[in-house]
């Protein structure tokens, strides 16, 4: 067998795969495309609308209810520093691209994962899929995308969307599952209907581990917004990529302290919403 | 007390030939039983399946407190969730105030559930995110009873349990045995007819055990309630059941009053359980009197009219307490103001040792009714 000849053959049939799916699918990736850049657009325009002190001040004061009044002064002043090394822009389209994809991230995997939580028949189906997207390198899933979608926010939304899926579906489920024995029984001997066992019961127990989730899944869109910075998702993840292509080290390295800041802004905030819920069921 | 009113005869709980067998091939298994009779290691053996309960029958009255003492493993936990179906049957019927579980559709047994019958577990299962008033409430407010009725109702609930102030708390600012309270505030607080209570105070310290012991009790007559009280522990049994099962391999080898089941063990089993037991609280002049005749007959010269008298009631210790204070030799009992027996040290002795009257042996066996 001719191995140069086999591969361009193996080229070309992935080709006319990916231009079949391009063309006979283009209704739905047009959808698709619609609806992520239309909720990323809609989330940018308001994150931009107020001036950079109003944005981290507004931030400022949600840390300082959450955590105290140190990680307040803190962050409020981190975000100002971003604003000042002249890439605030950026700072605020990266922050709305990870709030977008982790929302619409929830919105499926929190759902999918009580029902998988409830139904073991579901769980079965569910989890090898999951360990699939999840062995595969992040990386990957922004070829595809890039495909059928072209270049720009909404490639790399759903590449995000779909590393950020499984960490909340999974404790999701985990939670729903791990219910204490005895608390079922409880429900079942006061008499509630299948409705009030999940609400009162389960949902409450499975809290702690739901929020737990959520914070894994930012952290985790976190990391594939910045990599998608080369399909063209703006924001800094951008900037790190055009300044290495270019050897711009101290603008990558600007970029980069601003990930920073915003990344451990959005991870104390989320964990603190976590462990207050898990607080309140202790 | 309310409990003079009641009709202790209804019966509110009636277990009829009730099996139940854990395993895959259950079914097959409970075919193989009624069919063949095969016994519980050959159930195992051949069909790898677990006799949790067998062939139980019980009926729990109106206002009685019902133990079933058994050890770990002997299917108590298993019989008493076959009660309000937490666990269904493989063969026989549970009727609760006269209706067959199995034929009630689901919403018909929450409502048994929710109205009728009450549960109080081991671990308390108090719901860590709620306070103690909203757990207590938990009942009704899955009937959808609104939030100023079930607190006012629950509130009265914790007020008989002794934890008024403890209201807004939550549970793990609680101590073992005011949780273990606040599951029966709970349980009582949806006024149901019976209370399951699946060793409520196992997990407690002696001290605080014997405290709940004691109120529950009184709690439980006081409002007329009926109970069926699982345990592993023959000294609770005693101190809390009006009757007394007693559980073996999934079947109940004795029911009786816990004097009954001291006095006459239906095989070595109980008798070995009931060694250790005082008797002295437990036994009643009437199990060990003797009848006036043969008392006459043996000492012709006593009069009668002249000993301490006493009731059929009376234990062992308060009896040895009037014969040290007596200068005769005996004691009248007297029953409707007729003498019905003599009460002699030697009676006393048999007393302590457990040892029925031979005169006595065939009454006290009959003696089933709940002494409330």
Redesign the interface.
Known sequence: MNTPDFSSQFDEAIDAGLSWLSDHGEVLFDAANAVLSGVYKGVLWCLALPPYYVLALIIALIGWRAIGARFAVIAGLALVFCALIGLWPETVSTLALVLTATLLALVVAIPLGVVAGLAPAFDRVVDPCLDLVQTMPPYIYLLPAIALLGYGPATALLATFIVALPPALRLTSLGIRMTPRHFIELGEASGVTGLQMFFKIRLPFAMPSIMAGVNQSLMMAFGMVVIAGIVGSGGLGESIYGAVRTLDIAKSINAAIAIVILTMILDRLAQSAARSRMGESQ | MTTAKIDTNEVLVDCQNVWKIFGKSAPAAMNAVVQQGLTKSQILQDYSCVVGVSDVSLQVRRGEIFCIMGLSGSGKSTLI?LL?K?ITPSSGKVLVKGKDLSSLNPAQ???????H???V?Q?V?L???RTVLENTA??L???GVGKAERYQVAERALAKVGLSEWTQRYP?ELSGGMQQRVGLARAIT?DPEVI?MDEPFSALDPLIRRQLQDEFRQLTKELGKSAVFITHDLDEAIRIGDRIAIMKDGAIIQVGTAEDIVLNPADDYVAEFVAGISRLHLVKAHSVMTPVEPFKAANPTCDISRLIKTTPGADINELIGLTMKSERDALAVIDNGNVVGIITPRDLLRGVQGIPNEFAAAGAATVLEPSA
């Open positions: 969730r309000n937490l047994l929450r409502e048994v559930r929710a109205r019958i009450g549960m577990f671990s299962a719901l860590p995110n938990f009942g407010e899955v009937q793990s949806a399951l």
